[in-house]
């Protein structure tokens, strides 16, 4: 058996957690509950929407939606750090802007008295205690002002990454980990050392506002064509017998993370299939089925992939007829909570290329022992 990755699972804080009538009251009331408060926001604060702020007119109900799906992994899970990250995050950004964080203190009103009508006893006390809680890490965060996340030290060679793939400068970007691996560190070692960082370095500059969506994505598009190009300069593996699938699950299109780990396995000898971005649900169990692979590698960025990822890890457990492959999940929000692994259903995450084959060095025997 692949030993499980140590976590500590006890930090959880199920204190905001619904039991399962109140989840159930929860979901069914929550296309209601976006509506409501849409109409209640719109009418408080119409600045907003006439300026176009973080509140557009036209985006409302989109915002709401989001700022519900941070709100989601605490009523049902008990896991409350997604939504202090988002509003710490939406409060450094509003007021980066110059614009008020009190249109998000009003939608956080309006959404916990319109859950208030539904909930019942315990789940109604729980979930004004969650949204009580919300509102002290918005004002904590408003009251701090716009601060300057701490320098973190990066290497000045992945710093050089970093630049090469903002300026849209493939080159520069290849020649950086080639000469990395030309002092004899691996591909993977190479990406886990300097292109990992350049991308974290990133992302954080577009949350600080520093980049712009078009220069984000740039870096993005410039990673994948390094990663390709490094991949298939790498002399064949010989194969190990093994079969893996990578995807990303319905609305989730952040994908480089997992393409690493996929180009890890593969030079490690695995027959691997990446499908890539965005796989309609159908699609991704048929090709699991098909492919019958002894593992399978799902990513969850945000929140809202949470539920679309339970829901394929149970198909997956029920309905496939061949083997029943170990689940490798990773993403910016498993990394972030590790614990959602375990509640999802999952057998393994991991947070790099590295570790994940670490995780799943003892795969062989395990693929022996389980095989139908």
Same mark, same amino acid.
């Given at each position: 058996?692949?030993?499980?990755?140590?976590?500590?699972?006890?930090?959880?804080?199920?204190?905001?957690?619904?039991?399962?009538?109140?989840?159930?009251?929860?979901?069914?009331?929550?296309?209601?509950?976006?509506?409501?408060?849409?109409?209640?926001?719109?009418?408080?604060?119409?600045?907003?929407?006439?300026?176009?702020?973080?509140?557009?007119?036209?985006?409302?109900?989109?915002?709401?939606?989001?700022?519900?799906?941070?709100?989601?992994?605490?009523?049902?899970?008990?896991? +409350?750090?997604?939504?202090?990250?988002?509003?710490?995050?939406?409060?450094? !950004? =509003? %007021?980066? #802007?110059?614009? *008020? @964080?009190?249109?998000?203190?009003?939608?956080?009103?309006?959404?916990?008295?319109?859950?208030?009508?539904?909930?019942?006893?315990?789940?109604?006390?729980?979930?004004?205690?969650?949204?009580?809680?919300?509102?002290?890490?918005?004002?904590?965060?408003?009251?701090?002002?716009?601060?300057?996340?701490?320098?973190?030290?990066?290497?000045?060679?992945?710093?050089?990454?970093?630049?090469?793939?903002?300026?849209?400068?493939?080159?520069?970007?290849?020649?950086?980990?080639?000469?990395?691996?030309?002092?004899?560190?691996?591909?993977?070692?190479?990406?886990?050392?300097?292109?990992?960082?350049?991308?974290?370095?990133?992302?954080?500059?577009?949350?600080?506002?520093?980049?712009?969506?078009?220069?984000? +994505?740039?870096?993005?598009?410039?990673?994948?064509?390094?990663?390709?190009? !490094? =991949? %298939?300069? #790498?002399?064949? *593996? @010989?194969?190990?017998?093994?079969?893996?699938?990578?995807?990303?699950?319905?609305?989730?299109?952040?994908?480089?993370?997992?393409?690493?780990?996929?180009?890890?396995?593969?030079?490690?000898?695995?027959?691997?299939?990446?499908?890539?971005?965005?796989?309609?649900?159908?699609?991704?169990?048929?090709?699991?089925?098909?492919?019958?692979?002894?593992?399978?590698?799902?990513?969850?960025?945000?929140?809202?992939?949470?539920?679309?990822?339970?829901?394929?890890?149970?198909?997956?457990?029920?309905?496939?007829?061949?083997?029943?492959?170990?689940?490798?999940?990773?993403?910016?929000?498993?990394?972030?909570?590790?614990?959602?692994?375990?509640?999802?259903?999952?057998?393994?995450?991991?947070?790099?290329?590295?570790?994940?084959?670490?995780?799943?060095?003892?795969?062989?025997?395990?693929?022996?022992?389980? #095989?139908?």
């Amino acid at each position: 058996m692949i030993p499980s990755p140590t976590v500590d699972f006890t930090h959880q804080n199920h204190r905001f957690r619904l039991d399962a009538e109140g989840v159930q009251q929860f979901e069914h009331h929550r296309e209601e509950l976006i509506r409501f408060s849409s109409h209640r926001i719109t009418a408080r604060f119409p600045e907003f929407y006439a300026d176009g702020g973080a509140f557009g007119s036209d985006r409302c109900r989109e915002e709401l939606t989001f700022l519900l799906e941070f709100i989601r992994p605490a009523l049902v899970f008990g896991i +409350h750090e997604p939504l202090e990250d988002c509003l710490q995050w939406l409060s450094s !950004l =509003l %007021l980066r #802007r110059g614009l *008020s @964080t009190g249109v998000v203190f009003h939608a956080l009103q309006e959404m916990e008295g319109c859950l208030s009508r539904y909930l019942c006893a315990d789940n109604r006390a729980r979930m004004s205690e969650l949204f009580a809680h919300a509102a002290r890490v918005l004002e904590n965060a408003n009251t701090s002002g716009v601060v300057e996340a701490p320098k973190v030290t990066v290497d000045p060679v992945a710093d050089q990454v970093m630049q090469a793939l903002i300026a849209g400068d493939r080159r520069t970007a290849t020649a950086l980990l080639e000469e990395a691996m030309d002092r004899g560190d691996t591909l993977i070692e190479a990406e886990h050392e300097l292109l990992q960082p350049a991308l974290y370095e990133v992302g954080k500059e577009w949350h600080a506002n520093r980049l712009t969506v078009a220069e984000e +994505h740039l870096a993005s598009s410039i990673a994948q064509d390094v990663m390709a190009q !490094l =991949l %298939l300069s #790498r002399p064949s *593996s @010989t194969s190990n017998g093994m079969r893996s699938l990578f995807a990303a699950p319905p609305g989730n299109r952040h994908v480089i993370g997992l393409r690493m780990i996929a180009d890890a396995f593969e030079m490690s000898g695995w027959s691997v299939q990446f499908l890539g971005a965005d796989v309609p649900r159908n699609s991704l169990l048929g090709q699991v089925r098909r492919f019958d692979p002894h593992l399978v590698g799902l990513t969850v960025s945000l929140p809202r992939h949470l539920w679309a990822v339970r829901e394929l890890i149970e198909e997956i457990r029920q309905h496939q007829v061949g083997l029943q492959p170990l689940i490798l999940v990773g993403g910016n929000l498993i990394n972030r909570v590790p614990s959602l692994a375990m509640v999802i259903g999952a057998d393994l995450w991991a947070a790099n290329a590295r570790d994940a084959l670490k995780l799943v060095g003892d795969v062989q025997v395990w693929g022996a022992e389980h #095989r139908s």
